[in-house]
């Protein structure tokens, strides 16, 4: 079945720099790679997506890349605000099958 | 508002108490589900209903029960219930599979 490895696992930055957070997966049969962000006493919540016959993808400070020839996608925050401090999941997925990542803290330190 | 809403909020039951843990989302959704969320695991899928048919059952214990009377609505039916099963329950539903999932906020609960 499918695996889903997240690095790093916490993740502090100063505001106003750049996180970056990696995902890896393991079935090449994923073709949905969806990232939400969970803030303390809610549940998640999609910030961004990319499907699988799409490189890359922008909204705004967010933005995602996808690599299917090493099978792995990355976040990518820039201008960090410190609302932005929450933790990240991504998630791998075929069919019904939705594989989530174990998570990413991060903490954007005003 | 994420248009899913789960009850109660949390629950604290004994191992040997009846409870259910309801959903309902108001977006018009085809597909619902339920999801495990524990202290240092990842999200873990338990069921998935589409259609209100239910098409995944992730070898999750029979003490977990699922219902689905309508598209709007999922209950999950607990009894006997271990304590390593305390953890947040999640509930989201999208318009169809491999689509974006809208969480509800989660019911937390504890066993004893």
């Known amino acids: 079945g499918e695996n889903v490895e997240q690095h790093p696992s916490t993740l502090s930055v100063q505001e106003g720099d750049s996180a970056v957070i990696k995902c890896t997966y393991s079935?090449?049969?994923?073709?949905?790679f969806p990232w939400y962000k969970q803030e303390l006493g809610k549940g998640p919540q999609l910030i961004i997506d990319?499907?699988?016959?799409?490189g890359e993808k922008k909204d705004q400070r967010i933005a995602v890349t996808l690599n299917k020839t090493a099978k792995h996608f990355s976040l990518h925050i820039t201008e960090t605000q410190p609302e932005d401090s929450a933790v990240y999941f991504c998630?791998?997925?075929?069919?019904?099958?939705?594989?989530f990542g174990p998570g990413t803290r991060l903490s954007v330190l005003p | 508002e994420t248009g899913v809403t789960q009850t109660p909020r949390h629950l604290v039951m004994g191992m040997t108490n009846k409870k259910s843990l309801k959903c309902e989302q108001h977006?018009?959704?085809?597909?619902m589900y339920w999801y495990k969320q524990s202290a240092k695991k990842p999200l873990e899928l338990m069921f998935v209903?589409?259609?209100?048919?239910?098409?995944e059952n992730n070898s999750v214990p029979s003490r977990f029960s699922p219902e689905c009377p309508n598209s709007s609505h999922l209950f999950l039916h607990l009894h006997t219930l271990q304590p390593e099963d305390s953890a947040l329950y999640l509930c989201?539903?999208?318009?169809?599979?491999?689509?974006?999932?809208?969480f509800g906020p989660g019911t937390r609960l504890t066993v004893t």
């Open positions: 989201a539903s999208s318009q169809d599979w491999v689509d974006e999932q809208y």
């Open positions: 079935d090449s049969a994923s073709n949905y």
């Open positions: 990319i499907r699988s016959n799409v």
């Open positions: 998630a791998a997925c075929y069919g019904q099958n939705f594989v």
């Open positions: 977006l018009g959704h085809n597909a």
């Open positions: 209903y589409s259609l209100e048919e239910r098409v």
